[in-house]
């Protein structure tokens, strides 16, 4: 049976009755701004060829279409004026504020360094990443640990890695700040990196022993370099803080790809998960159509 067929209607307008159910299909997806199970995020330009350029707008649309949160990786380079706005209109709203990406370099060793120099620079970013975090009502931010040194031996980075980020703890432990840890890619996206797989960041948490120092498992990267998602979200289950979302190939929504994110929703969700899923992917269609495709996408994934 066709999906997109079978769930056109769903989104067609705000107020309509669910979908009748098919045979193949436990549950019909969801009226068109209703809620969600799980407190989907998306970002900024995703939905702007229904709301415009706007960040406000683009906000209320978001809210209209039932989600309650939203992510962005930008927020700290704002300026501060818009920053309070936005936290302004998703009070407003009833809206939570996902990550915004505190520190992370993409082409230096950072975190595996135990240069003096470098240390300071990242505890100043989480300094600063507070004082975004309190503007917008943020609880997590994203830390990206650096490039690995291609001349120093692997275990002296990872114990250099564990020291730096239990000295930027205090910083946030301090403001009720989650430092989510991402573990990229090393295939496709990002060679060079020093976090990849999401065992890496449970034994990194763990040695860190802090209350902010958490993992963000985004299943796009994992599903590239270890696959197995359901079983490491059981083994790291602890120290996982958030997640983010993005179908492989091709890093768009849910149902584009290989991953079966219906199932793996209802496994968070049976977990009891409260927090956020970040939608950090591209529209697989363009225009309006791609967008609300992309609803009745998460509509889908989200009726089990």
């Given amino acids: 049976m066709d999906r997109r067929g079978f769930l056109a209607s769903g989104i067609a307008a705000a107020g309509a009755t669910a979908l009748a159910a098919a045979a193949v299909?436990?549950?019909a997806a969801q009226a068109a701004g209703s809620g969600f199970k799980l407190k989907y995020a998306p970002h900024f330009g995703m939905f702007k060829n229904h709301a415009g350029e706007n960040p406000i707008d683009q906000l209320k649309f978001m809210a209209e279409q039932g989600f309650t949160a939203l992510e962005d990786n930008g927020m700290k380079g704002r300026p501060v004026e818009?920053?309070?706005?936005?936290?302004?209109?998703?009070?407003r709203l009833g809206?939570?504020?996902?990550?915004?990406?505190?520190t992370g370099d993409f082409d230096n060793v950072t975190f595996a360094s135990s240069k003096p120099e470098i240390r300071e620079k990242l505890l100043q970013d989480m300094r600063d990443s507070v004082e975004v975090a309190k503007r917008v009502n943020a609880q997590w931010c994203t830390v990206v640990p650096g490039c690995y040194d291609k001349g120093l031996e692997w275990d002296y980075?990872?114990?250099?890695?564990?020291?730096n980020l239990k000295a930027c703890?205090?910083?946030?432990?301090?403001?009720?700040?989650?430092?989510v840890l991402e573990p990229l890619n090393p295939w496709k996206d990002h060679p060079g990196l020093f976090l990849t797989k999401v065992p890496q960041g449970y034994m990194i948490c763990k040695s860190v022993g802090s209350p902010s120092c958490k993992i963000l498992f985004d299943m796009y990267h994992q599903q590239i370099t270890e696959g197995n998602i359901i079983p490491n979200i059981e083994?790291?289950?602890t120290e996982v803080a958030y997640f983010q979302i993005g179908d492989n190939p091709g890093r768009k929504e849910p149902t584009t790809g290989e991953i079966n994110y219906r199932n793996i929703f209802k496994h968070i969700h049976g977990r009891g998960f409260t927090g956020i899923m970040g939608m950090e992917h591209g529209n697989s269609q363009p225009g309006k159509e791609g967008e609300l495709?992309?609803?009745e996408a998460y509509r889908y994934c989200d009726s089990f």
């Fill in 25 to 27: 299909r436990p549950a």
């Fill in 82 to 91: 818009e920053q309070e706005k936005i936290a302004q209109e998703m009070t």
């Fill in 95 to 102: 809206m939570t504020m996902g990550v915004f990406v505190a």
């Fill in 157 to 163: 980075q990872t114990a250099n890695v564990i020291e």
């Fill in 169 to 179: 703890s205090e910083i946030c432990e301090a403001a009720n700040l989650i430092m």
């Fill in 235 to 237: 083994r790291a289950w």
């Fill in 293 to 295: 495709a992309l609803i």
